[in-house]
């Protein structure tokens, strides 16, 4: 398998980011030993960041971090940040005082990072995560925003002693191979983020997920803001209603499609507002904020040319809770013929997925992923559809399949989804 989607084009980048893949047998392999080796030859680029919101969790680290981003920038806020994974290139993973780091940028920092190493063993996500922190601490920026890689305690991001704010998105089951066959032991993993009398902004949780942040928050003497305890997000009457110990907020509701966007967005309010950003910032951040491939609604390129009158909708969730919350908003959308168009990893719970989906599709038609290994491969992917309850038939590609439904159903709903390696290809090929 390879690491992340694959990058575009032919950039001088692409040629590093090849090499570096190839510096460690393994794509994950979780210790921090190597990023401190590499930082410290790099002279401690991670203790010159500007101030650090943490953000772990299972689903919606992404769209969390891009409505914080999007209430700080409003607020007048430089703001740098770190994503994984990308989907069309790799630059969308670093973001410097709000920009895209430029090709010129990333490929200097990516040789430096290479050269400080001197070929000894590293991850592709530790060496690249070097790279990041050097663009950041190089340019002043107001906050610093570092999306979790994987897990928690043993990400290569997992190396600033003192962020002012750490975020614990919900968790569930996924990567168990990782982090732990359990949501208590998951949790605890992305627990790791906690430092000794930092503030955690936690969104919701199972009851053994939250025992597990709390057991390890009350250790760290971590101040925790819980939801459900210390603040509270919901959707009443088509706004947006926040309340925590300072007062109610009374928001339109996101821009980001899905029932489960009002809890990230509950998550980063309580961030924002533990800042000390104003109403403005808030608002801001739930109208503002965007995030490609969750529910994102696709009006342009070759694939909707394709299929004029076609729905087009995109999503890589990949896991159980990602099946859940895709259902969720297909649950608020008007009654229309729904098909999916589904490729996955054979990494992943692919059961889990699906069954949530089910009462919701018409049919699915299954692809591979192109340049995967490990893909499932489109029988695969059709015989878990039908096991949980919906026809399903094989298609060569993802514009094949498009073809297909929009022959027979010119005005339905198309889903894209099941992986953020097939989102990145529509994108990429999408334009």
């Given at each position: 398998?390879?690491?992340?989607?694959?990058?575009?084009?032919?950039?001088?980048?692409?040629?590093?980011?090849?090499?570096?893949?190839?510096?460690?047998?393994?794509?994950?392999?979780?210790?921090?030993d190597?990023?401190?080796?590499?930082l410290a030859?790099?002279?401690?680029p991670?203790?010159?960041?500007?101030?650090?919101?943490?953000?772990?969790?299972?689903?919606?680290?992404?769209?969390?971090?891009?409505?914080?981003?999007?209430?700080?920038?409003?607020?007048?806020?430089?703001?740098?940040?770190?994503?994984?994974?990308?989907?069309?290139?790799?630059?969308?993973?670093?973001r410097?005082?709000?920009?895209?780091?430029?090709?010129?940028?990333?490929?200097?920092l990516?040789?430096?990072?290479?050269?400080?190493?001197?070929?000894q063993?590293?991850?592709?996500?530790?060496?690249?995560?070097?790279?990041?922190?050097?663009?950041?601490?190089r340019?002043?920026?107001?906050?610093?925003?570092?999306?979790?890689?994987?897990?928690?305690?043993?990400?290569?991001?997992?190396?600033?002693?003192?962020?002012?704010?750490?975020?614990?998105?919900?968790v569930?089951?996924d990567?168990?191979q990782?982090?732990?066959?359990?949501?208590?032991?998951?949790?605890?993993e992305?627990?790791?983020?906690?430092?000794?009398?930092?503030?955690?902004?936690v969104?919701?949780?199972?009851?053994?997920?939250?025992?597990?942040?709390?057991?390890?928050?009350?250790?760290l003497?971590?101040?925790?803001?819980?939801?459900?305890?210390?603040?509270?997000?919901?959707?009443?009457?088509?706004?947006?209603i926040?309340?925590?110990e300072?007062?109610?907020?009374?928001?339109?509701?996101?821009?980001?499609?899905?029932?489960h966007?009002?809890?990230?967005?509950?998550?980063a309010?309580?961030a924002?507002?533990?800042?000390?950003?104003?109403?403005?910032?808030?608002e801001?951040?739930?109208?503002?904020?965007?995030?490609?491939?969750?529910m994102?609604?696709?009006?342009?390129?070759p694939?909707?040319?394709?299929?004029?009158?076609?729905?087009?909708?995109?999503?890589?969730?990949?896991?159980?809770?990602?099946?859940?919350?895709?259902?969720?908003?297909?649950?608020?959308?008007?009654a229309?013929?729904?098909?999916?168009?589904c490729?996955?990893?054979?990494t992943k719970?692919?059961?889990?997925?699906?069954?949530?989906?089910a009462?919701?599709?018409?049919?699915?038609?299954?692809?591979?992923?192109?340049?995967?290994?490990?893909?499932l491969?489109?029988?695969?992917?059709?015989?878990?559809?039908?096991?949980a309850?919906?026809?399903?038939?094989?298609?060569?590609?993802?514009?094949?399949?498009?073809?297909?439904?929009?022959?027979?159903?010119?005005?339905?709903?198309?889903?894209?989804?099941g992986?953020?390696?097939?989102?990145?290809?529509v994108?990429?090929?999408?334009?």
């Amino acid at each position: 398998m390879t690491p992340e989607p694959g990058t575009a084009g032919s950039a001088a980048s692409d040629v590093i980011l090849e090499r570096l893949m190839s510096l460690h047998p393994k794509v994950i392999d979780l210790t921090l030993d190597r990023v401190h080796r590499l930082l410290a030859a790099l002279d401690h680029p991670e203790r010159a960041l500007p101030p650090v919101i943490h953000i772990a969790g299972t689903n919606g680290k992404g769209s969390t971090q891009a409505m914080i981003r999007a209430g700080l920038e409003a607020a007048g806020q430089r703001v740098h940040a770190y994503t994984s994974p990308h989907l069309a290139r790799f630059h969308e993973r670093i973001r410097v005082a709000g920009e895209l780091i430029s090709e010129p940028d990333l490929s200097a920092l990516l040789e430096e990072c290479e050269t400080a190493n001197g070929g000894q063993p590293i991850t592709f996500f530790e060496i690249t995560t070097c790279a990041a922190f050097l663009a950041f601490a190089r340019t002043p920026a107001d906050a610093t925003l570092l999306e979790v890689g994987l897990g928690g305690r043993l990400d290569a991001t997992n190396v600033v002693d003192r962020p002012r704010l750490t975020i614990i998105t919900p968790v569930s089951l996924d990567h168990q191979q990782y982090l732990g066959n359990t949501v208590a032991e998951i949790a605890g993993e992305k627990a790791g983020i906690l430092k000794r009398g930092v503030p955690c902004v936690v969104g919701p949780q199972t009851p053994e997920g939250l025992a597990a942040i709390e057991a390890r928050a009350e250790r760290l003497g971590a101040p925790l803001l819980v939801h459900g305890q210390h603040w509270h997000a919901s959707a009443e009457n088509g706004r947006l209603i926040f309340q925590d110990e300072s007062g109610l907020l009374d928001l339109p509701l996101p821009n980001l499609p899905g029932p489960h966007q009002i809890e990230n967005a509950g998550a980063a309010l309580m961030a924002l507002r533990h800042m000390g950003m104003p109403e403005a910032a808030c608002e801001a951040a739930v109208t503002r904020a965007f995030w490609p491939a969750r529910m994102q609604r696709l009006r342009h390129g070759p694939l909707v040319d394709s299929a004029p009158e076609v729905e087009l909708w995109l999503d890589g969730g990949h896991n159980p809770a990602g099946g859940q919350a895709v259902a969720a908003t297909l649950a608020t959308m008007p009654a229309r013929p729904t098909f999916a168009i589904c490729g996955m990893l054979n990494t992943k719970d692919i059961a889990g997925y699906m069954r949530p989906l089910a009462p919701h599709l018409t049919a699915l038609h299954a692809v591979s992923i192109p340049g995967e290994a490990a893909t499932l491969s489109a029988a695969e992917t059709a015989t878990a559809a039908r096991v949980a309850g919906v026809p399903a038939t094989e298609a060569g590609s993802v514009g094949e399949a498009l073809a297909t439904i929009a022959a027979d159903h010119p005005q339905a709903r198309v889903l894209i989804c099941g992986s953020l390696y097939l989102a990145g290809r529509v994108l990429r090929d999408n334009g």
